[in-house]
């Protein structure tokens, strides 16, 4: 099969497209093909070398979906069932989806019914379903207005489009490095979208709700922009910074402020079924903004990288 080897950490030159052999399917695990997967900033966290815990060599790849070739468990995981594949360990401690096909565990295979593309259902797994899960946990009212920091992420641009199909009166801003994206993130439905510089967001604005993907690095500056009772929820790390730091909770939560967050790794098949249902339900255009080969894994990861950056990268294996 072909797959993508990173031997050792580095930048994207280090994304080696190479054949490997097919795993071999043994007990409690089974064999994916795989049609598409999404990418992931913590993939590149990992490929940079700052996953303490992940060996290389390894294959990258923390989400995928496919189809079951080989089951050690055809009661539950049927041969040609359409599944996802999320979280765990995949892509850490064991080889992830960075290629045809990969061996993984049964309790972390997801059988699904959806009339989703494969591009599409692609885009799903790890970036909606965190935004679904952050989405339930600010527990979003009529009149609220809203801040997503990192409003041009996968995340922040999911969590707008699931809360406008139910909230449409909602107000939602969202806060960026660069305001030449601002158009395109209107039509994701943004209501406005506010400069960030230095870690400080320009504007007098105060909010229900936050959704924190930037993380520890601003955290107390998203605080300070909210209102009594607010509730924010920390999902992201875009900013780099694993830990908050100098952070006295009864002084800096004093107006009463929730603090929160949704770990994506309390997944099963009924919330992920869940979650494709209101997709389906609700009409939501989930594609991706970019679509790469897996040649182009290297590609794929410099768009990231980018300043040009917005929305989920997805790869499709060639069919």
């Not at 599409?120 to 946990?137: C, H, I, N, R, W």
């Not at 960030?196 to 930037?214: A, H, P, Q, S």
């Not at 909770?249 to 402020?257: A, G, V």
């Not at 929730?258 to 079924?273: A, E, M, P």
Request: hydrophobic letters at 40%; a negative charge.
């Amino acid at each position: 099969m072909k797959a993508v080897v990173v031997n050792h950490p580095g930048d994207r030159s280090v994304l080696e497209v190479t054949e490997r052999p097919i795993p071999q399917i043994k007990e409690g695990w089974s064999l994916v093909k795989i049609e598409a997967f999404g990418i992931n900033r913590s993939e590149i966290f990992t490929r940079n070398g700052y996953s303490s815990s992940v060996s290389f060599p390894r294959i990258l790849g923390i989400e995928c979906v496919g189809s079951i070739l080989e089951t050690s468990d055809e009661a539950v995981l049927p041969v040609g069932h359409k599944v996802i594949s999320i979280m765990g360990e995949m892509g850490r401690d064991f080889d992830g989806s960075y290629a045809e096909y990969v061996l993984l565990p049964n309790n972390q295979i997801y059988p699904i019914q959806t009339k989703l593309s494969w591009e599409d259902l692609a885009a799903v797994p790890e970036t909606y379903f965190t935004a679904f899960g952050s989405m339930k946990q600010l527990r979003i009212e009529k009149n609220d207005t809203i801040l997503v920091r990192g409003a041009a992420s996968g995340v922040g641009i999911a969590f707008t489009k699931l809360v406008k199909a139910t909230y449409s009166q909602v107000r939602i801003m969202g806060s960026v490095r660069h305001l030449e994206k601002a158009d395109r993130l209107m039509a994701f439905g943004y209501d406005d979208i506010i400069l960030e510089k230095d870690g400080e967001l320009k504007t007098d604005l105060i909010f229900d709700k936050v959704l924190e993907l930037v993380g520890s690095s601003v955290i107390k500056n998203s605080i300070s922009h909210m209102a009594m009772n607010g509730i924010i929820c920390n999902t992201g790390l875009l900013g780099g910074q694993w830990y908050l730091e100098k952070f006295d909770p009864t002084f800096d939560l004093q107006k009463n402020i929730y603090l929160t967050t949704f770990y994506s790794g309390n997944v099963s098949k009924d919330t992920l079924q869940a979650l494709l249902n209101y997709i389906e339900k609700s009409g939501i255009d989930v594609r991706p903004e970019r679509i790469f080969t897996l040649d182009c894994i290297s590609e794929a990861h410099a768009y990231l990288e980018s300043s040009k950056a917005i929305g989920k990268v997805v790869v499709r294996n060639e069919v």
